[in-house]
């Protein structure tokens, strides 16, 4: 790309990372567009051959995403393929989607927006997704209230103004556009609009929050919600290089107009360019696939869907005005690609609200899961206590592993081999969490008995490391015990799974305290592992 096109000519600060999660980027002050557009569009920049799966819809579901060709690169669905026979969804758990879509279904209301709730956009209903039959923006301003406000980005000044959804609407239809703005953080899952979306079956099957997330929590209102999102984008709209929200993955639907995405792999040494790349002043004057040298095109059309696995940079422009229905979902597919993108995002300051809601309590309640739904066997808990491993011949994501008759080689349901390699980081992710839990409890206990003028020596501790010790505490299920004891429990049952290993040695760190405090309490213990340790609660 040429020199002139990369480097506006003007000083300018870097964009913050977590307003450029919102979409928002810095511009020229002499056109109206992003810098970056012109090389896209003219494709004066030569980007890498495309060879992304186009997926048939019959293809697409947990299935053979999860034993067969995986979820690690972008997957493609275009809207353009010619299917006459009747596409049956892939068979799976009734999720709260499927209960509401039901419950929607059986209205006897006449009225017109109870009309939309059944009325299905044809491109999209083989993926068993629901979406309002002839929806556009004006349509969405009507659904979801003309007088409700959203976000708007102007593109060119990276300045964020409210308007109503009316306001917008009339902008939007509007032939003559002297400025750029842009929606793209409206969240509408909590809305009666998006209540009449219900997404592609194969997101909800692998959406891990959707999964783990306690019906009683969800019945309070407290529940993740980056599940389902409406962008709508004028043309020459632009984003910048960002992954998404804690190592999410993405669905994205196009209804209306075009879109283009620039893809960069998460490979270790691109995801260590990208963190430079966010911190350096020279952001904006720098084109990150220049630093990567590795960067892919895909050009999406009305009716494509595509689905974006976690830690894929990309950056997003659109050539004609857009109408697309997208959401986030973490997975139990990429443990460690998510964790790594939590942490990038804690090195690159990303202020808390722009980072996935929940995402350490989602893990968490994930631990629990596993431990309630698959129990781990008391031998092979004393066994691993005892420093012995657990032998494995055949690999737990074979599919004739589980041996039903017998409790220590039984599996409640199907791993995959993602799955299981990512366990060991969802386990060293959770340890670190209960040493915060620790700490913080600790604190508490000597702030209580200490001096005001010691209390004082202690506080002087970074606002930072105190933030993410009051957010450990408060993302911890309550009633679940002690957050150490837990995860121990967790490692254990990862080790189980897994099979032919040690537990990490902090395991035995915490087992041999575990011990010692029983023994301080009721006097020695029986022999081997004590019960009352072994039980502890999930």
């Known amino acids: 790309m ?12 870097a964009v913050d990372y977590a307003r450029l999660n919102e ?25 890498a051959l495309d060879t992304f799966p186009r997926l048939h819809p019959r293809l697409v579901n947990a299935e053979n995403l999860e034993k067969h060709f995986g979820f690690k690169q972008p997957l493609v669905i275009p809207g353009s393929l010619d299917d006459d026979a009747d596409i049956s969804a892939p068979a799976g758990d009734t999720t709260v989607e499927d209960q509401e879509a039901s419950q929607l279904s059986a209205s006897n209301a006449v009225s017109e927006q109870a009309a939309h709730r059944s009325a299905v956009d044809p491109g999209a209903d083989k993926l068993d997704m629901t979406i309002p039959n002839g929806l556009n923006v004006r349509r969405v301003a009507e659904l979801y209230g003309p007088h409700e406000k959203v976000q708007v980005i102007d593109v060119k000044s990276q300045s964020e103004t409210s308007w109503t959804l009316k306001k917008w609407a009339d902008y939007y239809d509007s032939p003559d556009k002297k400025r750029i703005m842009n929606v793209i953080s409206l969240e509408i899952s909590n809305s009666e609009f998006g209540r009449l979306i219900r997404r592609p079956r194969i997101v909800r099957d692998l959406d891990l929050a959707e999964s783990v997330w306690p019906a009683d929590e969800r019945g309070r209102g407290e529940f993740p919600r980056v599940q389902r999102y409406c962008l709508m984008s004028v043309a020459d709209s632009y984003t910048d290089f960002h992954v998404d929200l804690g190592g999410s993955s993405v669905f994205y639907h196009i209804l209306k107009g075009k879109k283009t995405f620039l893809f960069i792999p998460p490979k270790p040494k691109h995801l260590k360019s990208y963190e430079q790349w966010c ?17 892919y095109r895909i050009d999406l059309s009305a009716g494509d869907t595509m689905l974006i696995p976690s ?37 690159t300051k990303v202020a808390q609200k722009y980072r996935h809601p929940h995402f350490q309590r989602i893990l ?14 008391l031998t092979v ?19 004739d592993a589980a041996e039903p008759t017998d409790p220590e080689s039984f599996h409640a349901r199907y791993y995959s081999a993602a799955e299981l390699d990512g366990l060991p980081d969802l386990v060293r992710y959770l340890h670190q969490a209960a040493c915060l839990v620790a700490t913080t409890t600790a604190t508490t206990h000597k702030t209580d008995s200490e001096p005001a003028s010691t209390v004082t020596s202690h506080s002087t501790s970074t606002a930072t490391s105190l933030r993410q010790r009051q957010l450990a505490a408060r993302e ?23 099979g032919n290993e040690r537990l990490p040695a902090w395991a035995y760190a915490a087992l041999e305290k575990e011990r010692r405090s029983i023994s301080e309490e009721a006097g020695p213990p029986p022999p081997g592992i004590s019960s009352s340790l072994l039980s502890s609660p999930v």
């Open 2 to 13: 040429e020199a002139d096109v990369r480097q506006s000519g003007r000083t300018r600060a």
């Open 23 to 47: 979409g928002v980027v810095e511009t020229s002050d002499e056109i109206p567009t992003h810098p970056y557009v012109r090389p896209i569009k003219e494709r004066t920049y030569q980007f």
């Open 279 to 295: 911190q350096s002043p020279a952001q904006n004057q720098t084109f990150l696939p220049d630093q990567t040298k590795e960067c």
């Open 311 to 347: 830690g894929w940079i990309h950056s997003v422009w659109t050539p004609e005005d857009s109408l697309v229905i997208g959401g986030n979902f973490l997975t139990r597919l990429h443990y460690g690609m998510q964790i790594q993108v939590a942490e990038i995002e804690k090195a």
């Open 364 to 377: 968490w309640w994930a631990a629990i899961g596993y431990l309630h739904d698959d129990p781990l066997p």
């Open 381 to 399: 808990e004393t066994m691993l206590a005892d420093g012995a491993v657990f032998v494995r011949d055949v690999p737990t994501s074979h599919p």
């Open 476 to 498: 911890f299920p309550k009633g679940h015990g002690d957050p150490m004891r837990l995860v121990r429990r967790f490692a254990m049952w990862a080790a189980w799974k897994r």
